[in-house]
């Protein structure tokens, strides 16, 4: 995780906290950051699996300024 930090840190600036619905999730363009401070448990679950689907790396937890975010990024 160390590794990425700098990667995490950078893309919290254009972080998306929100997606209704699986049609915006799929409609999200390659390279764009979804996270909350929740650990992904404001995604629905057919959301979340969206998400995945389109991300290498899977979701990872990072703490910024005392608080923890869960963040997933769209690599396809």
């Known amino acids: 995780m ?3 930090a700098s990667e ?20 999200l ?6 996270g909350d401070h929740y650990g992904g448990v404001t ?14 790396r899977g979701w990872r937890e990072l703490q910024l300024g005392g608080e923890l975010w869960t963040l997933i990024f769209l690599d396809r």
Do not use: N, Q
């Open 2 to 4: 160390a590794s990425h």
């Open 8 to 27: 995490l840190t950078d893309a919290v600036a254009t972080l998306i906290c929100k997606v209704p619905t699986v049609e915006m999730a799929r409609k």
């Open 29 to 34: 363009p390659v390279g764009s950051t979804v």
């Open 43 to 56: 995604f629905s679950d057919a959301v979340a699996t969206i998400l995945e689907s389109r991300s290498c």
